[in-house]
């Protein structure tokens, strides 16, 4: 979904470190790489461990729990369903069916500090507005150089970085970073003197098309002056507190900003878009024309009714899901975790803080219960290891027997310590009748905290795993894996089903 989709795909945590550098470094630089441990397997065989290395896990009896002193269910008994008992063949479906976002947060800026209704900048004046930003994220905006056809500020494809390298939040003037761009859906004129100009022209979105690209005022022929960025604003930011920061964009221009063949005059700005993203270019792409979004309506009107809303629509969380590992077990086992205990050590931890099943992998021939095991790291038609966006799968087969259940983990992205599960006992394979099951068994899985990280506002906070200097950080968790539905943390997380549908099909 439009450039969502490429920004997620160009994200360098260990969730999704598969996919390559991100342009601007929106979530982790130098994390390492997740999901690139061995190819997912199928009918109870993986080979665990980065780069393909690790432990081979094979289907057979239950294994022990190594002695690690929590109750896992049925400790070194016989799984349900050993050798020789018949098997079924199932197939098992994670589709990703959230929605994808453009945008983690946006809105207009139109009401001057001190005005009692919205209105142009005019000298002395200024717009203030608030952001909610995580290390990774950057800060675009558009704004019209009123007084042209087509005109308007903003900074390039990249966006103001609201944090320096280090990670620590920055305060001060950034309108170095501004630019003055053409959208390339007007002919130029003389700026305050064509009679299509905003101030001259009869009636709005009047003038001849240009048809053209949007490109930086000065890169072109064009034969007319335009005062430069800083001659008509300036852009500062000032830290708040935790991850907000007041963005401040002043008119600076003097009486004789705008040097015309009919005199001198001062350079108004009209209301702008301000939008909080992750990827390279939010809201045009220089070269390329403009998207249709309402862009256009800023740069020759001033107007932000169309891309307002639009930004609106396309902000809030994209929410991937991790590589991860599936086990079938026997009845009473809990291979992955036990619900009001402490994580086992085992590597859910991992999955659940970095979407990294590497370490789970090596372990999955020790799980309790375990008849067979393997990872899931490679989306349906993807050529190698990654998360699943949205609109994307994973797939893996297994085979179970009468009694035998089904587990798997699979990290929440965006959060510290959240991952998807059924229940610590699993998923069961049949029913009453020893009958296989079919269908979709959304409703069993549910959101886990790991216990192991503290929590932080998703996609925001700075130790959540896009936003994570280096995996494996934060401050201590809870302590215990519990459903996110009852920890107090104060923080909005998506229903299970909204992000992660699961179907199992019997053959």
């Known amino acids: 979904m439009k450039n969502v989709l490429a920004l997620l795909l160009a994200t360098p945590i260990l969730l999704l470190g598969a996919c390559g550098d991100d342009d601007d470094t929106m979530p982790n630089g130098g994390a390492g790489s997740a999901g690139s441990s061995g190819a997912a397997g199928s009918g109870g065989s993986s080979s665990a461990g980065k780069g393909g290395s690790g432990a081979t896990s094979q289907g057979g009896s239950a294994a022990g729990a190594g002695g690690a002193p929590i109750d896992r269910g049925d400790a070194g008994q016989p799984a349900t369903g050993g050798d020789g008992a018949p098997r079924t063949q199932f197939t098992v479906t994670l589709e990703n069916v959230a929605t994808a976002k453009s945008f983690t947060s946006a809105g207009v800026f139109d009401t001057p500090v001190g005005a009692d209704a919205p209105g142009p900048l005019t000298p002395g004046k200024k717009y203030e507005f608030i952001v909610n930003a995580g290390r990774k994220q950057k800060l675009s905006f558009a704004t019209m150089l009123a007084a042209t056809n087509d005109a308007f500020f903003g900074p390039s494809g990249d966006g103001i970085a609201l944090y320096d390298e280090d990670g620590e939040p920055i305060s001060g003037d950034v309108t170095d970073e501004v630019s003055l761009w053409d959208a390339g859906t007007e002919l130029n004129e003389e700026p305050k003197v064509g009679p299509n100009t905003v101030s001259k022209q009869a009636a709005p979105d009047t003038g001849p098309a240009e048809n053209g690209n ?27 507190d935790g991850t907000r920061f007041k963005v401040t964009i002043e008119n600076v221009s003097s009486d004789a900003a705008l040097q015309t063949s009919e005199g001198d005059f001062p350079a108004p700005m009209s209301p702008g878009v301000w939008v909080i993203h992750g990827g390279k270019d939010p809201l045009f792409t220089a070269g390329m024309p403009d998207r249709g979004r309402g862009l256009e309506h800023i740069a020759e009107d001033g107007d932000t009714t169309m891309l307002g809303a639009f930004v609106a629509d396309e902000s809030g969380l994209t929410y991937p899901a991790s590589p991860g590992a599936w086990v079938v077990h026997g009845a009473g086992s809990k291979p992955l975790f036990s619900a009001g205990e402490r994580d086992y050590g085992d590597g859910v931890e991992h999955i659940a803080e970095d979407g990294n099943p590497s370490m789970l992998g090596e372990a999955l021939s020790t799980l309790n219960g375990r008849i067979s095991a393997a990872l899931f790291n490679t989306p349906v038609g993807s050529a190698g290891p990654g998360p699943i966006l949205p609109g994307s799968k994973y797939r893996f087969t297994l085979e179970a027997s009468p009694g035998d259940r089904l587990s798997f983990a699979s990290m929440l992205a965006a959060t510290n310590d959240v991952f998807f599960a059924p229940n610590d006992g699993g998923i069961e394979l049949f029913d ?45 968790g809870e302590g215990i894996v519990q459903r996110v539905s009852d920890v107090d943390d104060g923080y909005d997380y998506p229903a299970p089903a909204d992000v992660l549908k699961v179907t199992i099909t019997a053959k």
């Open 432 to 476: 009453a009748d020893d009958e296989p099951i079919s269908g979709d068994v959304s409703d069993q899985i549910d959101l886990w905290d790991a216990g192991t990280e503290g929590n932080e506002e998703p996609g925001i906070g700075p130790n959540t795993v896009t936003n994570q200097s280096a995996p494996d950080t934060g401050t201590d």
């Open 214 to 240: 949007v490109v930086r005022l000065g890169d072109t022929d064009d034969p007319f002056d335009y005062p430069s960025v800083a001659e008509v604003m300036k852009v500062s930011v000032a830290h708040l």
